[in-house]
């Protein structure tokens, strides 16, 4: 019977941020007829981080870089010289950035208008392509934030406080995603008091 090679097989793709760490486990465990003699990375291509395999064929990622799409190799081989590839998806994924512009000035029982509330960016996603969310409520103490809209990076939205809200600052929480990493930033509110309609009339003569 003729010797058969390792068996050695990584499912998927694997994400990992810019700099971070991560395991790679095989899909099932690393076999062969007889004996495994070496587990190796075989390919890096360009990815400059660091690489280390087990003997069970377990990869572990540090200092993960440069950001992008890198196809591993992984080189399993017996006691009798047989060999078997595997190739690692690993996408190295840098985090989204969200820039707040300020404090976002609204009046008790005003009509509701839209602002700019921040900017995000990201490496490897179009700016227009980030998605962005409130994360969690959207609306707490009588302010309503709504009609979120990314336009190439700029994110605007339509900021209403209700006659009832109470004077102060209220801070809602954003979010950003990339589509694999996200990341949150607070907008600020701040609410000044509804104040009183005033009329006023000219002296009059009754004659």
Known sequence: VSNAPPTLIYGGTASVVTGGRLVIRPTGALSDNGAIS?????????????????????????????????????RATDNCG?????????????????????????????????????????????????????????QAGGVEISGLVNNNGTVTANITAACTAPSGTIAFTIQVSDGIETATAPVSISVSSNTQPSRSYSGGQVG
């Open 38 to 74: 070496s587990v190796v990375v075989q390919s890096r291509g360009n990815f400059t981080g660091t690489l280390a395999v087990d003997s069970a064929g377990e990869v572990t990622v540090t200092n993960a870089a440069p950001s992008g799409v890198h196809n591993l190799t992984i």
């Open 82 to 138: 047989a060999s078997t590839d595997a190739t690692i998806r690993l996408v190295v994924n840098t985090l989204p950035t969200i820039t707040t512009a300020g404090v976002v000035v609204r009046q008790a029982g005003s009509p509701g208008s839209s602002s700019v509330i921040a900017t995000v960016r990201d490496a490897e996603t179009p700016a227009g392509n980030l998605l962005v969310t409130v994360a969690g409520l959207d």
